[in-house]
Nanobody, 112 residues
């Protein structure tokens, strides 16, 4: 399964963006799919995950501001990001660990 992210861009602090991760095949049987991000000069950081049974999980740094969801009928996972901060800047990747898939990433830049 190939993953392609989209929806990144430049936004002012306090703004919102919605990322999408589209899979080339069915994701219905893939339990967990995750979002990670990598800031310049830093290691990648876990952001959020969503399972095919509806459970979600978030890093403490994004709880209450980000919302992850999936539409398995459209083979797509989303990340709604609100109240963005400059420290949210980075390349955002989606992953499907069970099938060993990572996307190429989409750049999110939050200006102060």
């Amino acid at each position: 399964v190939q993953l392609v992210e989209s929806g990144g861009g430049l936004v002012q602090a306090g703004g919102s963006l919605k990322l999408a991760c589209v899979a080339s095949g069915s994701i219905a049987s893939i339990n967990a799919m995750n979002w990670y991000r990598q800031a310049p000069g830093k290691q990648s950081e876990y952001v959020a995950s969503a399972t095919n049974v509806g459970t979600t999980d978030y890093a403490d740094s994004v709880k209450g501001r980000f919302a992850v969801s999936r539409d398995d009928n459209k083979n797509t996972m989303f990340l709604q990001m609100s109240s963005l901060r400059p420290e949210d800047t980075g390349v955002y990747f989606c992953t499907a660990p069970a099938v060993g898939s990572w996307g190429q990433g989409t750049q999110v830049t939050v200006s102060s």
